[in-house]
């Protein structure tokens, strides 16, 4: 048997089974379909999978991705499997019989399978029109399920019996009302637990049976704040929790309505509800693996997580941030507490064996899955359909927050691990080998160059300090070289002195004064030579010129002051306009600074596109096409 964890991904028209850490492949075995996969799932003991397609359920090998057989069911649009992977249902569209009765054929098929045979065989069959309450739930060991009969009734029935069409015993609340939901406990002494919700100004009702004794509740609470009820057993099924809301809240103070929480024992020694000190909706509830304490996040934002145990009692609180999701890892060991959906995504990994202290911390924007692997070693977060339809991936972390894989589809629907037992896995210890770091794949390298090169950099390994650009960040001591805009700034000036020299002491003084005056960051001043700005007096004189100087006497001082110009050697400058030659070099040198920063980020390890590669390629030729035009480095 492998002990590699593996996981699907399903998609419109396909699934993929890929082998995880340390390979990131896909299983060489298994066929992609081509049809549409409405439902995907491994078994809860992971010795088989199942994919739905149009013609039915196919049943594969996850290790040699092997199509063992094919369930013959048109249409499947859900299926659940028994805790054992022993039985199979299935739910399908309601269709009406071919006839004159009206009657419905039944929708909802029970299948025994046989993985070793590679066969199967329907024992039971009955309609149910409603997508929801449908699924029948059965013991820990196999041996009874029970279904929803009738909107009051909960039929159980002996998988093993020759009559299983035949109900071993029934549970009839149609005293008290309609049955909204119940739950079926695991462990080896099973339990019903039932909700019944409030109507016509009766209180609901929250009620919890030992089988087979259904005459008499062992724990019950009634309220009459409650419209749903989520349950949530332990592992043991000792316990459980009942997270009771309302879609309005009669205070007006909350959007998502009202929310309390009830934990009960299946002993009867208690049942109470759990007192929260912060206002808000309870935004997420877990048991631990160990079915000894169990955690809860509530309150407004940022919300509080508390950790009780199986009683009821406090053992530790976080403080406040911005948190929804709380996940045990299998072992207990770790707990991954993080802000998905409209919040930023931020994970922290807690260390439950040593006072709660953080070992890692990390940012998974747009989560929609997030679930620990078996090993307890790994966490495995999605993007997907229909919650956010752009984005779609599936990625995978080390518990130290370090992302190993990461594989982006147009969209993805479902994704889980395989199960495997925590025994296939050496324990997790405190030894360096369990705390080094784990080599990437090449998916997760390439992705976080692209993240990287996009956000402009990597500043998560900044140590602060002083600003320090690009280029000089890692050169240690040395001295930078001087930039292309210092050299071009000393270009310009060493012409504006040559072009002055002719020029008599007092021009050429006034000019080199002026030629220093300017805005940092601007381009040098162009100053034509044998022209002397006026002053003060002379600009207020030349303000104030009467209204009849004619055009022709501009355009000749104008033209004069040009030729001037000219016949001084210097640049020909006339009204910001540069020459042919002047504007050729501007761009060249415009050109060679964007190469210059390009070469600084291909120097940082920062990734380049194709374009930017090639532009640095294109070096040799601008300084060259530079020198025939006069221009030097050192000018």
């Known amino acids: ?130 997508q929801s309450g449908w699924k029948p739930q059965f013991t820990a060991d196999e041996s009874i399920f029970c279904r929803l009969v009738n909107p009051s009734q909960i039929s159980f029935y002996e998988t093993d019996s020759e009559e299983i069409h035949k109900a071993l015993y029934s549970l009839n609340l149609k005293d008290i009302g309609k049955i909204q939901s119940f739950e079926l406990s695991p462990g080896k002494n099973p339990s019903l637990a039932v909700f019944i919700p409030g109507s016509r100004g009766n209180p609901a009702f929250i009620r919890v049976y030992s089988l087979p004794n259904l005459n008499t509740p062992i724990s019950q609470k009634q309220f009459f704040k409650g419209e749903t009820c ?156 229909p919650r956010l339809r752009v984005d779609n991936c599936v990625k995978i972390w080390y518990f130290n927050g370090t992302l190993c894989y990461i594989k982006e589809f147009n969209e993805l629907y479902g994704v889980d691990w395989k199960f495997q037992p925590l025994s296939d896995f050496s324990p997790i210890s405190t030894s360096t080998a369990d705390k080094c770091e784990i080599t990437p794949d090449i998916s997760a390298i390439e992705y976080m160059a692209k993240k990287t090169s996009i956000s402009g950099g990597n500043r998560a390994g900044s140590t602060g300090g002083a600003y320090r650009p690009p280029h000089a960040r890692n050169g240690g001591a040395a001295k930078p070289s001087r930039s292309l805009a210092e050299v071009e700034a000393q270009h310009s000036s060493s012409m504006l002195i040559s072009s002055s020299s002719s020029n008599n002491s007092s021009t050429e003084s006034f000019a080199s004064s002026y030629a220093n005056r300017r805005i940092p960051g601007a381009l040098p001043r162009r100053v034509i030579p044998g022209a002397i700005p006026l002053d003060k007096n002379a600009k207020k004189k030349k303000r104030h010129h009467k209204k009849d100087d004619t055009e022709d006497e501009i355009n000749s001082s104008s033209q004069q002051e040009a030729t001037t110009a000219v016949e001084n050697g210097g640049s020909m400058v006339v009204g910001g306009v540069f020459s042919f030659e002047e504007k050729k070099i501007r761009n060249l040198l415009k050109k060679l600074r964007s190469i210059e920063k390009l070469k600084v980020k291909q120097g940082n390890g920062d990734f380049l596109e194709k374009t930017q590669v090639l532009k640095i390629e294109t070096e040799p030729q601008v300084r060259k096409e530079l020198e025939s035009l006069g221009w030097t480095e050192g000018r």
């Not at 499997?81 to 909802?108: A, C, H, Q, Y």
């Not at 009830?262 to 935004?283: S, V």
Request: hydrophobic share 35%.
């Open 230 to 385: 989520l349950f949530q057993w332990n592992g043991l099924g000792t316990s459980i929790l009942a997270l009771v809301s309302t879609d309005v809240d009669s205070t007006n103070k909350s959007y998502y309505g009202e929310s309390q929480l009830y934990l009960f024992g299946i002993t009867g020694a208690f049942d109470q509800k759990i007192n929260l000190d912060k206002e808000g909706p309870i935004h997420d509830i877990t048991w631990s693996p160990t079915s000894r304490e169990f955690a809860v996040i509530y309150g407004y934002m940022p919300s509080i997580t508390t950790f009780f145990d199986a009683r009821g009692n406090e053992i530790h609180t976080l403080t406040e941030g911005p948190r929804n999701t709380i996940l045990y890892s299998p072992h207990a060991k770790y707990i991954l507490v993080g802000g998905f959906g409209n919040l930023q995504g931020n994970v922290e990994i807690l260390d439950r064996q040593n006072r709660f202290q953080k070992v890692a911390s990390f940012k998974a924007s747009n989560t929609s899955v997030c679930k620990w692997s078996p090993d307890g070693r790994f966490i495995m977060s999605a993007t997907t359909s």
């Open 1 to 130: 048997m492998s002990k590699v964890p593996q996981i699907y991904c399903r998609q419109p028209k396909c699934v993929e089974l890929i082998e995880a850490e340390p390979v990131f492949k896909s299983v060489a075995g298994f066929t992609k379909p081509e049809a549409e996969v409405r439902c995907a799932a491994y078994s809860p003991v992971g010795n088989y999978f199942v994919y739905s397609q149009p013609t039915g359920l196919i049943v594969c090998d996850p290790f040699s991705g092997e199509q063992l057989f094919t369930i013959q069911n048109p249409d499947v649009f859900h299926f659940g499997i028994s805790p054992k992977g022993t039985f199979l249902t299935s739910w399908s569209r309601p269709t009406k019989m071919e006839d004159e009765t009206g009657n419905w054929n039944d929708n909802v098929q029970i299948y025994r399978l046989d993985i070793t045979g590679r066969k199967y065989e329907a024992i039971q069959s009955y309609l149910n029109k409603m």
